[in-house]
Nanobody, 119 residues
């Protein structure tokens, strides 16, 4: 079991930047693939970025070149640097941790942090 707490959301103008942070508590943080997802009003939750323990990253196409995910296993944190933000980036951003289970991935979620981008 892992507890995830996000921070860093807020209001920003288009073209600006925000850094989100997720702090994990529990054991075996390094065993999890960490990621960020987001959900806008009326939209499905979608992957923003993920990162493995070894530092391999994956980004959704619309975030490539603008968002950067990183992790610090010593501090049990994962961060998301968001740049060149656009109004379409407005959403609740969720920290995610997943690990293999018997029947597939086991997912853990934070409560989310609101990001609002104004024009």
């Amino acid at each position: 079991q892992v507890q995830l707490v996000e921070s860093g959301g807020g209001l920003v103008q288009a073209g600006g930047s925000l850094r989100l942070a997720c702090v994990a508590s529990g054991s075996a943080f390094s065993s999890y693939v960490m990621g960020w997802y987001r959900q806008a009003p009326g939209k499905q939750r979608e992957l923003v970025a993920s990162i493995t323990n070894g530092g391999n990253t994956n980004y959704a196409d619309s975030m490539k070149g603008r968002f950067t995910i990183s992790r610090d296993n010593a501090k049990n944190t994962v961060n998301l640097l968001m740049s060149v933000l656009q109004p379409d980036d407005t959403a609740v951003y969720f920290c995610n941790a997943r690990r293999p289970g018997v029947s597939g991935w086991i997912n853990y979620w934070g409560q989310g942090t609101q990001v609002t981008v104004s024009s």
